[in-house]
Every structure is written in structure tokens, then in C-alpha cells.
């Protein structure tokens, strides 16, 4: 299920049995929660939006995931920087049918990308909602993010749908930048 994330992280830690820490976020309404349930094999069918945060614990490979799934609402914001501290991976969930607000996720995940703490961790988007017909494909996502100028971290853009589980399981390859 994480064997993308997996690759990278054998990169990072030297040995597989630590814990890892991924930092989920992104908009209100992009996905983040249903996402995370669908990684952790759970029922999909009852969510509500996230006020505060999650948090799931997953065995993968000899490796324990802790996910951080933090609210997305904009009074919450702020508070994502208190969860920055020793992330191994950051995962930002985009609503790709939701083109209204890709100004605004777009400048959240540059806001991130410039964060001290955040230096240098690997990046994984998701472009959530690909089962809606208005879902904009990850490529114009990627360029109208300018993903492309990306050079300080490895990062990739996955097409998803949090809710089918489609392009939930994510390949990345060792040390690659998209």
C-alpha cells in the first residue's frame, strides 16, 4: 500500500523498524480523511470534517507510519506549524474538481514549501477526486502549481480518488524528482 513511500523512506532512516511521522494536509474538503482511512483499510462511509487532527498508526514493511491528518478549515491553518517537528514525509491532499480554490492551495502548499522545518522533506500530492468528471488531470495541476520548480526536495503528483481507492497506492522511485 505505502511500497512508494517505503522507497523513500529506506532513504531516510537506517533501520526499517523506526517509527515514521507523515504530515497530511491541504485544504478543507480536499480529501485528507478519507484518504488516510482509505491507506488504513477503513470504512470509508461515515466522515465528517476534521476539527482538529487524526492520527493513524500503520505497519507496513517493518516500518510503523504515524500519519498526522490535520484539519484543513482555514482557522486551522496556523496551527499546522506545530506539527512540523521531525516529519519525515509531507503528504498535500488537492480537491483537483474544486478549481475555484486552486489559487489559495496553491499558495498553502508554497507557504509550506518555505518552512524551515519542512526543508528538504519529501513531498507526495495527491490530486484527490479524479472520479468526478470536472476533476482537472494532475499534469495541468502540477503546471499551474509550477510543481516543476521544485529543486530542493523530491517530491511527486498522484492522481487519486480518496474514495474509490484508485491511485491511492503510490510508486515513487529512489531518489527521483518529478
Same mark, same amino acid.
Given at each position: 500500500?505505502?511500497?512508494?513511500?517505503?522507497? &523513500?523512506?529506506?532513504?531516510?532512516?537506517?533501520?526499517? *523498524?523506526q517509527?515514521?511521522? &507523515?504530515?497530511?494536509? #491541504?485544504?478543507?474538503?480536499?480529501?485528507?480523511? !478519507?484518504? %488516510?482511512? /482509505?491507506?488504513?483499510?477503513? *470504512?470509508?462511509?461515515?466522515i465528517?470534517? !476534521?476539527? #482538529?487532527?487524526?492520527?493513524k498508526?500503520?505497519?507496513?514493511?517493518?516500518?510503523?507510519?504515524?500519519? =498526522?491528518?490535520?484539519?484543513?478549515?482555514?482557522? +486551522?491553518?496556523?496551527? =499546522?506549524?506545530?506539527?512540523f517537528?521531525? !516529519?519525515? &514525509?509531507? +503528504?498535500?491532499? &488537492? *480537491?483537483?474538481?474544486?478549481?475555484?480554490?486552486?489559487?489559495?492551495?496553491?499558495?498553502? %502548499?508554497?507557504?509550506?514549501?518555505?518552512?524551515?522545518?519542512?526543508?528538504?522533506?519529501?513531498?507526495?500530492?495527491?490530486?484527490?477526486?479524479?472520479?468526478?468528471?470536472?476533476?482537472?488531470?494532475?499534469?495541468?495541476?502540477?503546471?499551474?502549481?509550477?510543481?516543476?520548480?521544485?529543486? *530542493?526536495?523530491v =517530491? /511527486?503528483?498522484?492522481?487519486?480518488?480518496a474514495?474509490?481507492?484508485? #491511485?491511492?497506492?503510490?510508486?515513487? %522511485?529512489?531518489?527521483?524528482? !518529478?
Amino acid at each position: 500500500m505505502f511500497k512508494g513511500l517505503l522507497s &523513500i523512506l529506506r532513504k531516510l532512516k537506517s533501520a526499517p *523498524d523506526q517509527e515514521v511521522r &507523515i504530515l497530511l494536509l #491541504g485544504l478543507d474538503n480536499a480529501g485528507k480523511t !478519507t484518504l %488516510l482511512k /482509505q491507506l488504513a483499510s477503513e *470504512d470509508i462511509s461515515h466522515i465528517t470534517p !476534521t476539527q #482538529g487532527f487524526n492520527i493513524k498508526s500503520v505497519q507496513s514493511q517493518g516500518f510503523k507510519l504515524n500519519v =498526522w491528518d490535520i484539519g484543513g478549515q482555514r482557522k +486551522i491553518r496556523p496551527y =499546522w506549524r506545530n506539527y512540523f517537528e521531525n !516529519t519525515d &514525509i509531507l +503528504i498535500y491532499v &488537492i *480537491d483537483s474538481a474544486d478549481r475555484k480554490r486552486f489559487e489559495e492551495t496553491g499558495q498553502e %502548499l508554497a507557504e509550506l514549501l518555505e518552512e524551515e522545518k519542512l526543508s528538504c522533506v519529501p513531498v507526495l500530492i495527491f490530486a484527490n477526486k479524479q472520479d468526478l468528471l470536472t476533476a482537472a488531470p494532475a499534469s495541468e495541476i502540477a503546471e499551474g502549481l509550477n510543481l516543476h520548480t521544485i529543486r *530542493d526536495r523530491v =517530491w /511527486q503528483i498522484q492522481s487519486c480518488s480518496a474514495l474509490t481507492g484508485e #491511485g491511492v497506492q503510490v510508486r515513487l %522511485l529512489e531518489g527521483s524528482v !518529478t
